[in-house]
């Protein structure tokens, strides 16, 4: 979202090492479709003047979120275009959730972003939210932080 939304320098700087080779960008299923639904709520927000019950007014209009779609495309081209490599959940890996929450404190997706990161050894996750702070062996990358230089 920071990306497509130009918040963040720090992102661009990331995609474009991925493009050259230098990186490789996972992603899961769960987190892409966050962001598609993120992204259809703030275009609507912006392109329909919608302020508030975005969701309710998209519902009742149905042609808008035929326009959404295309930019839900869009933001799927570009993980392909940045070569991310996307993966799903499995029951397994639900099956670990309550010791992740019971171990670090997490619930929900964050919980799931853990056990991924267990499971495919990633030390790196690329995040704003503190509440992986809690875990020792992850190191967020904030970015928002704009002292960081890649």
């Not at 050259?20 to 003047?49: N, P, Q, S």
């Amino acid at each position: 979202i920071y990306f497509l939304t130009g918040q963040s320098p720090l992102v661009k700087e990331f995609f474009r090492a991925s493009v050259e080779g230098k990186l490789k960008l996972l992603i899961t299923v769960r987190i892409l479709d966050e962001v598609l639904f993120k992204m259809c709520l703030l275009l609507a927000r912006m392109r329909y003047r919608f302020a508030k019950d975005v969701l309710k007014k998209l519902k009742n209009e149905p042609h808008l979120i035929i326009e959404l779609s295309r930019d839900c495309r869009k933001i799927i081209e570009m993980c392909e275009f940045f070569g991310f490599s996307i993966f799903d959940f499995t029951f397994k890996d639900l099956q670990k959730l309550p010791d992740i929450m019971h171990d670090y404190g997490l619930v929900g997706n964050d919980a799931l972003m853990v056990g991924f990161m267990q499971k495919m050894n990633l030390k790196y996750l690329l995040s704003a939210d503190k509440d992986f702070d809690t875990v020792p062996w992850i190191k967020r990358i904030d970015p928002l932080n704009k002292e960081m230089v890649w």
